[in-house]
Nanobody, 121 residues
């Protein structure tokens, strides 16, 4: 019913930038809170940043000042601008979206398949 797809990952040198996108599609009534999470090999999945429908943001301490989360409610799309990337940012980045579907229901959580970000020289 709902698909969540990430894009924009890739290989970048330390200090470089990448912009991730996450698009939700399907029988969507409303997209509530959205977020980016990441998982490095051997580690648990961790929160990177979240954003409410109204635009309130929250960041992990490790990315504050370097990453910026944003969204376009009209397009059901979320973005993550990543600057000053470090090797420790290397991970699979996952999008999470809380979506209410048609007919009107309470929102539930959907995950994308993930996009690889590799920071290396």
């Amino acid at each position: 019913q709902v698909q969540v797809v990430e894009s924009g990952g890739g290989l970048v040198q330390p200090g470089g930038s990448l912009r991730l996108s996450c698009a939700a599609s399907g029988r969507i009534l409303r997209v509530d809170a959205m977020g980016w999470y990441r998982q490095a090999p051997g580690n648990q999945r961790e929160l990177v940043a979240t954003i409410t429908r109204g635009g309130t943001t929250n960041y992990a301490d490790s990315v504050k000042g370097r990453f910026t989360i944003s969204r376009d409610n009209a397009k059901n799309t979320m973005y993550l601008q990543m600057n000053s990337l470090k090797p420790e940012d290397t991970a699979v980045y996952y999008c999470n979206a809380n979506v209410a579907t048609i007919p009107a229901t309470a929102s539930r959580s959907y995950w994308g398949q993930g996009t690889q970000v590799t920071v290396s020289s």
